[in-house]
């Protein structure tokens, strides 16, 4: 773990740090020593401010959620696009973590009875099957590059509505 501070020009938004590293070490750093950290960004994209807060401990995050008042829907819990794509945060509003009390609740309860043990049960053949389907397939005709072979596939598959 590195003994000195962040910089404090760390974006931790930044998609180049995921691409250059994990940044396990920062967090961990973060979490000892600024917890709770202002993380400044270039573009404020609509927002009227220019970063955002970073929180790296559970306890932090619990208690600021919790905290009456505290509205995911109205604060999201992501950053935002710095392509300013996305000024309002539309693109997430549908989303579980992204929704309030009684909403969340309400949509929790319907999805949780999709994953019961019962129901995942039901799916595992058809996924098993499908599974060695797609991995025979790429041996077969694939070049050997699993995101060639099978990821891009099956993503224009679904984008498609196709049956993988």
Not at 37 to 61: C, E, K, M, V
Request: aromatic fraction near 6%; charged fraction near 30%.
């Amino acid at each position: 773990m590195p003994s000195t501070p962040v910089d404090a020009r760390l974006d931790l938004s930044d998609p180049d740090l995921l691409a250059d590293h994990l940044p396990l070490d920062e967090f961990a750093w973060l979490r000892r020593n600024q917890p709770i950290r202002w993380n400044p960004q270039a573009s404020t994209a609509g927002y009227g401010d220019a970063g955002f807060w970073s929180l790296t401990r559970h306890a932090d995050i619990t208690a600021v959620t919790r905290s009456p008042g505290w509205s995911v829907e109205a604060n999201s819990a992501f950053v935002r696009r710095l392509d300013e794509s996305d000024p309002t945060g539309e693109s997430t509003r549908n989303l579980l973590l992204c929704m309030d009390p009684p909403r969340h609740t309400r949509v929790r309860r319907v999805g949780n009875r999709c994953f019961t043990p019962r129901a995942l049960a039901g799916l595992e053949d058809d996924l098993r099957e499908r599974a060695h389907r797609i991995v025979w397939a790429a041996r077969r005709d694939g070049t050997g590059d699993f995101v060639l072979d099978i990821a891009r596939k099956q993503d224009a598959a679904i984008k498609a509505g196709l049956r993988s």
